[in-house]
């Protein structure tokens, strides 16, 4: 009996463990089946996408400049003398600003208008040639040389005619005779003084004069520059945007110390970068509507007037510059604006929201449902407005397109 007990148990327990292990492995696969076939059906949102005409603008961010600005520095140098301005002064085109380093400059005039003066007159004096009172002078002095050499030919002849008598020594014969040549040595240079008197200032002299006037007025022309330079003169109507030197100071040039601006505000232009799609906009179309962030819930209006022929090679944009029409006492200068360019182009396209993009083994789609499941469809993307992107390829017109593709992979079965 007892054997029998035993061997009952160990049947027992070995019946037992086959039957927990049987038991046991239908359980798994009765769960993987569970599993399986329990793959939850995922409620989506849908679109119907169909192409059409792109609508409304592209807005750019610009810069709202004054129309001119300009930097005044000074080129002569000197001390500042007078400051006629303060910073936010209305100015007017002509005005003087500032004089620097002008007494010194007046001065070098004074003695250049006096050098002047000097060489005209000798100028005038070499041009017009000799007076006739000089004339008149050189003829007597002819004269007399020709009565002086008569006098001395008839003691030469009287002595001479006492030497052959032997009543005149030979020193005196020897001296009357000097007397005769120097005589008409006399006489040859008063007739050649006569003629330079008559005939005037040689060629020469007379270039020479005129070139001595052109320098000096050379001269007072270079001092009046420097004078005129010495003031500092607004170039155009404006308001003073800043002072940055003060009266007495020195300025050294170089380098070039800029005293001041003039921001010219009655027109105002906007500056900016137009991508190269929409640069066509900008020849079909006249008026340009464009906001002011500090003044955002108010347009303005503007027209094109300068549109880059080359593109920025940092950006590929083309720059363009907008007049601003009727500008607003509250605009300043370096405001942020924006501009908004309308669509020209009609053709249509299809178009979707960004938010609609997803992304499967690094490409970009869209999912699309598809005999009940979630299809992802690979897309290439044209230009983004509106906060809408234009779907160039990969998408038919008429699909419907999962707005919400949050955690969707290719296949899940999904509900609408």
């Keep these: 009996m007892r054997n029998l007990f035993m061997k009952i ?14 038991g046991c492995g239908d359980s798994a696969e009765t769960r993987a089946d569970k599993k399986a076939g329990s793959k939850k059906t995922r409620l989506v949102k849908v679109s119907n996408v169909s192409a059409s005409a792109p609508e409304g603008s592209v807005e750019y961010v610009g810069v709202l400049m004054a129309y001119r600005k300009v930097m005044l520095a000074s080129e002569a140098g000197g001390t500042i003398e007078k400051l006629y301005f303060e910073k936010g002064d209305r100015v007017r085109k002509g005005q003087v600003l500032a004089q620097i380093g002008t007494r010194s400059i007046r001065l070098r005039i004074r003695e250049a208008k006096a050098a002047l003066e000097a060489a005209r007159s000798a100028f005038e004096k070499v041009e017009s040639g000799s007076r006739p009172e000089e004339i008149r002078i050189a003829e007597a002095a002819l004269k007399e040389a020709e009565a002086g050499l008569l006098e001395s030919e008839n003691n030469f002849i009287r002595l001479k005619d006492l ?21 008409r040595a006399r006489v040859e240079s008063a007739g050649e003084q006569l003629a330079l008197a008559r005939q005037g200032p040689r060629a020469e002299d007379r270039r020479t004069a005129r070139a001595n006037v052109e320098q000096v007025e050379a001269t007072l022309a270079v001092a009046e520059d420097w004078l005129r330079k010495s003031m500092i003169i607004a170039p155009c109507d404006g308001i003073i945007a800043f002072r940055e030197v003060e009266e007495g100071e020195v300025i050294v040039v170089p380098p070039v110390t800029v005293i001041t601006q003039v921001v010219d505000l009655d027109r105002m232009k ?21 906001t002011i962030d500090a003044f955002p819930h108010e347009t303005f209006s503007s027209r094109l007037f300068f549109l880059s022929p080359t593109a920025d090679p940092a950006t590929r944009s083309f720059p363009a510059e907008f007049m601003v029409e009727k500008p607003d006492q509250r605009m300043a200068d370096g405001m942020t604006i924006r501009v908004r360019l309308p669509f020209v182009d009609k053709r249509k396209k299809v178009k ?48 419907l397109v999962i707005t919400n593709p949050a955690g969707l992979k290719s296949g899940d079965p999904v509900q609408h």
């Design 163 to 183: 030497r052959e008598s032997q009543s005149a020594s030979s020193s005196e014969y020897d001296s009357a005779k000097r007397m005769v040549e120097m005589a």
């Design 270 to 290: 906007i500056k900016v970068s137009v991508g190269e799609k929409d640069i066509h906009t900008l020849t079909e179309q006249k008026v340009f509507e464009f």
């Design 352 to 399: 979707v929201p960004s938010a609609w993009l997803a992304e499967e083994k690094g490409k970009i789609g869209l999912f699309v449902v598809k005999d009940g499941k979630a299809l992802f469809k690979t897309v290439t993307l044209g230009a983004y407005y509106d906060q809408r992107v234009e779907v160039l390829s990969g998408l038919d017109n008429q699909e």
């Design 9 to 22: 148990i160990v049947f027992g327990g070995i019946a037992l463990f086959f039957f927990t292990v049987w």
